[in-house]
């Protein structure tokens, strides 16, 4: 019978002959693509279970399981922070053909100088920076922890947690003014003109508001008369791009000034002494006084004094802005977003940069420190010790990049060194001052290896437990 259906020109790819279903012979081995139920696969043939080698890192394929694993590879392969750093203030204070002005190239200048340091004064900078880079940190945060490790109850373990958010969120105040008022601003730009001078009157009540402190007013601005405006702008026009996106944004930073606020950090603190989770004398210690105390942990006093924060944003503010030319300006994007890359909520490390001059060498650091990377009872073994582990990364101008991962367990310390090859071939030296180092600082050298470097170590190899269950977060939806 002939094919009636069949079009004149064939569509390309169409075979009309039918079909036909071979059932399988039992015991036949020959089977291939054979279903495993245990994984699901999408219709493009990728699985969820896709990856390539042993580190769920190590692929360059995109990945369909996880958020988790993609900020893995997106880690693993931004580019050499110590690099772009030392290249950029290698050119400090010399105008160059690439475009960069006079005042940028007197603002790295002045960075420069910033950071010219003697012994005395590093380690003053490498205190400053753990400090501010642990915002949980001190007896209080002490004493907490030690609650939430040794009750079972989950009632107390969320009043604990709920604590610890409002903290955040209230030591966050002024970062979180500082982007609410940008978003208003943008806000006005991305409006018609009738709209927008509405949005400008609100955002000059707003930094009014902000400068004054008065956490109270900017909700009651931002709920009664901001929200209400922009809600009739979307339902009008139905602007659901950036008007819309902005709103969103702007909703998410207000739940956390609203949840930041005195009486809302005041009385989770009071509960928590109520339920004799914290010593029972906080109730009589006043409000004023305990807001005084939270205010002056380390971490505040850290993050007050960090001018070296400041001044790399004012740097990279005027680099972004094209004053350094475009060389300068794409180094200074891959900085921050690896600076960003590095301080996400996947990255359950304490992580601190430390750029310094010494002895007229430009030298760049990174250190990210796991305080808690082994337990006893995690290998088998009695007691409730724990092993803290760092990852230090150098980039020294004129001799290349070192990799150093310290293993410290009370006060026995593995300590292994990858280094250029001309630096290598002083392994020996290197071996003996390393041994001599940790000997006068009271530490016990178990194991000193140096050798020279194959390729950068990725911070998932050093730190193993960031694939474990429990300290990665997968978000995918």
């Not at 002045?110 to 003697?118: N, T």
């Not at 950090?265 to 305990?290: C, F, M, T, Y």
């Not at 400041?310 to 300068?328: F, I, K, M, S």
């Not at 026995?412 to 600082?441: G, H, W, Y």
Request: aromatic content about 6%; proline content about 5%; hydrophobic content about 40%.
């Amino acid at each position: 019978m002939p094919e009636i259906l069949g079009p004149t020109n064939p569509v390309p790819g169409y075979d009309p002959t039918p079909v036909r279903v071979t059932t399988p012979a039992a015991g036949d081995n020959t089977i291939q693509n054979i279903v495993n139920p245990e994984v699901v696969v999408r219709p493009d043939r990728r699985s969820d279970q896709e990856q390539s080698g042993t580190d769920p890192g190590s692929s360059f394929a995109a990945r369909y399981d996880s958020n988790f694993m993609t900020f893995i590879q997106r880690l693993r392969g931004m580019p050499n922070l110590g690099g772009i750093f030392l290249s950029i203030l290698q050119e400090a204070g010399v105008r160059v053909s690439s475009g960069i002005t006079d005042g940028f190239a007197a603002e790295l200048g002045q960075f420069l100088d910033f950071i010219k340091m003697d012994e005395a004064q590093l380690d003053a900078f490498l205190k400053n920076q753990l400090q501010s880079a642990s915002r949980f940190n001190g007896p209080l945060f002490q004493l907490l922890r030690n609650a939430y490790n040794g009750t079972q109850s989950e009632l107390v373990r969320n009043d604990i947690l709920q604590f610890l958010r409002r903290y955040s969120d209230y030591t966050s105040t002024g970062h979180l003014e500082g982007k609410m008022t940008r978003t208003v601003s943008e806000m006005g730009k991305s409006l018609p003109s009738q709209w927008a001078d509405r949005i400008t009157e609100l955002l000059a009540q707003l930094q009014n508001g902000v400068a004054a402190g008065d956490r109270e007013g900017n909700l009651k601005l931002l709920r009664e008369q901001l929200f209400p405006m922009m809600a009739r702008y979307v339902s009008m026009t139905h602007d659901h791009g950036r008007a819309r996106s902005l709103l969103s944004t702007l909703t998410l930073d207000m739940a956390r000034y609203e949840n930041g606020s005195e009486s809302a950090l005041l009385a989770a603190l009071r509960h928590l002494s109520a339920s004799k989770v914290l010593p029972g004398s906080l109730a009589n210690i006043p409000d004023q006084e305990l807001l005084r105390l939270l205010r002056e942990t380390d971490f505040a006093k850290a993050s007050r004094d960090n001018a070296f924060a400041d001044r790399l944003a004012d740097a990279a503010d005027r680099a972004l802005q094209g004053e350094g030319g475009v060389h300068t300006q794409e180094a200074f994007r891959n900085i921050l977003s690896s600076i960003l890359l590095n301080e996400s909520v996947f990255m359950p490390l304490a992580h601190v940069m430390l750029p310094v001059q010494w002895n007229d060498k430009l030298m760049f650091s990174e250190l990210w420190v796991d305080p808690d990377a082994e337990r006893d009872g995690e290998r088998g073994s009695p007691g409730g010790g724990k092993t803290l582990r760092m990852l230090i990364k150098m980039d020294v101008q004129f001799l290349g990049a070192f990799d150093v991962i310290v293993n410290a367990r009370d006060k026995n310390v593995v300590l292994q060194l990858a280094c250029p090859e001309q630096v290598a071939v002083f392994s020996k030296e290197i071996t003996a001052a390393m041994n001599d180092i940790l000997k006068r600082n009271g530490l016990q050298p178990s194991t000193i290896q140096v050798a020279a470097m194959r390729r950068p170590v990725a911070i998932s190899e050093v730190f193993p437990k960031l694939f474990e269950r429990g300290f990665g977060v997968n978000v995918k939806i």
